[in-house]
T-cell receptor, first 115, second 113 residues
Framework: DAGVIQSPRHEVTEMGQEVTLRCKPI?????LFWYRQTMMRGLELLIYFNNNVPIDDSGMPEDRFSAKMPNASFSTLKIQPSEPRDSAVYFC?????????????FGPGTRLTVT | GENVEQHPSTLSVQEGDSAVIKCTYSDSASNYFPWYKQELGKGPQLIIDIRSNVGEKKDQRIAVTLNKTAKHFSLHITETQPEDSAVYFCAALLPEYGNKLVFGAGTILRVKS
């Protein structure tokens, strides 16, 4: 099993530019989570999907952030326009989503730097 | 909402000694408590978890205990090794919010050889 795959691993961009982060969950998993990790705020849940449908986006900081899951094997997190305070490590995690299967498995993360 | 507090924030132990990290949670409905290990430059890795119908679970050198009455759970690492050095996170599941996990702030564990 390849695990959760994220790309790119590192992204450096200038303020105002659009940034797209990508995630491929573990095959067969039907729940997907996007997290942001910073020193100040720790691990924060941004949004999660179940069967490709967004269930809870209350953690999305503002309208500049959007996420999609067009199919069971792909999700994107987009920031437009990006700002320096968006600099963080963004993780995607997947979960089987079946009743009682709560284990979440994280990808390697995308380190975003906005200058 | 759920709040998970984790202590200590940093822990330094001598190789071979035991390490204990403690977490408390606020939502009595929480029923699943995982522990993650995060090494530098990597994503959090699930190392052990416990459900609310169990008081203790062991896997080789690591164990987790849960006290539902007091709403706290702990990670125990015995015979620590330098490769145990990492950041450890506890979390609690919010069943009324689907499968949402709330994470503690993390503990930096350093094992000195």
């Amino acid at each position: 099993d390849a695990g959760v795959i994220q790309s790119p691993r590192h992204e450096v961009t200038e303020m105002g530019q659009e940034v797209t982060l990508r995630c491929k969950p573990i095959s067969g998993h039907n729940s997907l989570f996007w997290y942001r990790q910073t020193m100040m705020r720790g691990l924060e849940l941004l949004i999660y999907f179940n069967n490709n449908v967004p269930i809870d986006d209350s953690g999305m900081p503002e309208d500049r952030f959007s996420a999609k899951m067009p199919n069971a094997s792909f999700s994107t997190l987009k920031i437009q326009p990006s700002e320096p305070r968006d600099s963080a490590v963004y993780f995607c995690a997947s979960q089987a989503g079946d009743a009682g299967k709560y284990e979440q498995y994280f990808g390697p993360g995308t380190r975003l730097t906005v200058t | 909402g759920e709040n998970v507090e984790q202590h200590p924030s940093t822990l330094s132990v001598q190789e071979g000694d035991s390490a204990v990290i403690k977490c408390t949670y606020s939502d009595s409905a929480s029923n699943y408590f995982p522990w993650y290990k995060q090494e530098l430059g990597k994503g959090p890795q699930l190392i052990i978890d416990i459900r609310s119908n169990v008081g203790e679970k062991k896997d080789q050198r690591i164990a987790v205990t849960l006290n539902k009455t007091a709403k706290h759970f702990s990670l125990h690492i015995t015979e620590t090794q330098p490769e145990d050095s990492a950041v450890y996170f506890c979390a609690a599941l919010l069943p009324e919010y689907g499968n949402k996990l709330v994470f503690g702030a993390g503990t930096i564990l350093r094992v000195k050889s």
